[in-house]
């Protein structure tokens, strides 16, 4: 018998003063039984940092064809792709193909510096490619207040996020290890 997904309702009130982006998102995540809490955080947290009217959410880990979230314009095209965890060097290089613009949101701690350290030289040369870091105390944080049905108030300005939630807040700044040129 297959396991099926867990689906986690998230109410997200984000106010991105360094981008002037003000707005709710009511979001629907299915959680792959594979996936850890801190996963399926960091592709929230990695949701609230790149918001806009038309970012999805991707099949994510049952899929190779599609990236942990995107955003395609009204034509079909996809503008933005964004992976989160530590990609191979190829799928990075294949979005690159198929978007404008690329990030990567890498968590992990030591796991993810030990990822930079084998694929910096590869992805510095790609120019539509972004790769942040998100901490990994952060996304500890946010899996803590995992549940259901969530609601955060996300509140970034000046490059420094702060993530209010009714069981608890925290905060953090997403580390650029490499600009888009």
């Given at each position: ?39 399926l955080m960091a592709r929230l947290l990695t949701f609230a940092l790149y918001a806009e009217e038309r970012?999805l959410f991707g099949k994510g880990l049952s899929s190779d064809d599609e990236p942990d979230l995107w ?54 040369k790609l120019k539509p490619v972004q790769v942040i870091d998100l901490p990994a105390d952060a996304v ?42």
């Open positions: 018998m297959a396991l099926t997904a867990t689906l986690r309702k998230a109410e997200l009130q984000i106010s991105d003063m360094d981008r002037g982006y003000y707005a709710a998102h009511s979001l629907t995540l299915a959680q792959h039984p594979s996936e850890t809490d801190q996963r970012l955003r395609m314009d009204y034509t079909g095209a996809i503008e933005q792709w964004i992976e989160v965890g530590q990609p191979d060097e190829s799928r990075v290089r294949k979005a690159c193909g198929r978007a404008r613009s690329v990030v990567v949101a890498n968590y992990g701690g030591r796991a993810a510096d030990i990822w930079w350290d084998k694929n910096a030289s590869a992805l510095i500890a944080a946010a899996a803590e207040l995992i549940q259901r049905s969530m609601r955060f108030d996300v509140v970034i300005q000046d490059g420094e996020v702060q993530w209010l939630g009714d069981s608890g807040s925290f905060a953090f700044t997403p580390t650029v290890r490499k600009a888009a040129a």
